[in-house]
């Protein structure tokens, strides 16, 4: 892939790839960014092994969860809920605060329900899309949802 093949491919799926690591990160919008960079360099750095076949989107979106679980396996002192409550604070382009209660309720959720829900509901992905991206099973995603879906009633819930 040619260098300017990969910026005209990299300026179409930005915006995805920013909400989806802002959804993964729970509204945290620095954390987002930080991981969205990571994620664009990495996808650069071996853009020479991407096989043209393949959609680039589920190629980004792959590197991108992958840097997510690496920062989350990295960070080892997990934020409580009091701390997210004061996370959103602005009322950017974003629409943060229209976002919080899902964002509060994702954080509850371990990494890889939130990344199956993330991709499926937020992005649109299909299950076998999601199963490729996250490198698990079909059966796994689906537990994974239903899981997720379980928990973020409860949590919902809970704040009403």
């Excluded at 300017?4 to 620095?30: H, M, P």
């Excluded at 840097?67 to 950017?92: G, P, W, Y």
């Excluded at 959720?109 to 099973?137: C, D, H, Q």
Aim: hydrophobic fraction near 35%; include cysteine; charged fraction near 30%.
């Amino acid at each position: 892939m040619t260098r300017e093949a990969f910026i005209t491919q990299v300026e179409r799926e930005q915006e995805a790839l920013r909400s989806f690591l802002l959804a993964l990160c729970c509204g945290n919008k620095s954390d987002a960014d930080d991981l969205a960079q990571d994620a664009i360099v990495k996808a650069y750095l071996s853009s020479a092994g991407y096989q043209e076949q393949g959609k680039f989107r589920s190629w980004l979106f792959k590197i991108a969860h992958n840097t997510f679980l690496n920062h989350k396996a990295s960070c080892r002192t997990m934020e409580t809920l009091d701390d997210a409550r004061t996370l959103i604070s602005s009322t950017t382009a974003d629409n943060a605060f229209e976002h919080q209660e899902l964002y509060l309720a994702l954080r509850t959720l371990p990494p890889k329900e939130r990344s199956a829900i993330t991709l499926f509901y937020l992005n649109g992905y299909s299950i076998k899309e999601v199963a490729v991206i996250t490198e698990t099973s079909e059966d796994a995603v689906k537990k994974q949802l239903s899981r997720g879906r379980d928990k973020l009633r409860q949590e919902l819930r809970m704040d009403d």
